[in-house]
């Protein structure tokens, strides 16, 4: 019904960029929330990025500075310009979306499948 499609990952090297983007499609109602979250092997899944309805946007102490996250110009679009990557960066990044369903008054949590980051000389 709802999906999130995720892409922009690969290897770089420390101190490239790259630039992810997450799109949500189906039958929605609202979107409450869209982000970016990042899990390193062996460990627990952490916040990135978060950009709310309202224009709210919450970065990760880590990433302030380097990483910049925006609105597309595509419908229900969010990208995550990573600069300055760092080998720490290296992770799988999951786009997350609060979403409210067309055929539902409340929200659901959606996780697209995670795309590869790997910074590595």
């Known amino acids: 019904q709802v999906q999130l499609e995720e892409s922009g990952g690969g290897l770089v090297q420390p101190g490239g960029s790259l630039r992810l983007s997450c799109t949500a499609s189906g039958s929605i109602r609202a979107i409450n929330t869209m982000g970016w979250y990042r899990q390193a092997p062996g460990k627990q899944r952490e916040l990135v990025a978060v950009?709310?309805?309202?224009?709210?946007?919450t970065y990760a102490d880590s990433v302030k500075g380097r990483f910049t996250f925006s609105r597309g110009n595509i419908k229900n679009t969010v990208y995550l310009q990573m600069n300055g990557l760092k080998p720490e960066d290296t992770a799988v990044y999951y786009c997350?979306?609060?979403?409210?369903?067309?055929?539902?008054?409340?929200?659901?949590?959606?996780w697209g499948q995670g795309t590869q980051v790997t910074v590595s000389s």
């Open positions: 997350y979306a609060d979403i409210v369903g067309t055929a539902t008054n409340y929200d659901t949590d959606y």
């Open positions: 950009l709310s309805s309202d224009g709210i946007t």
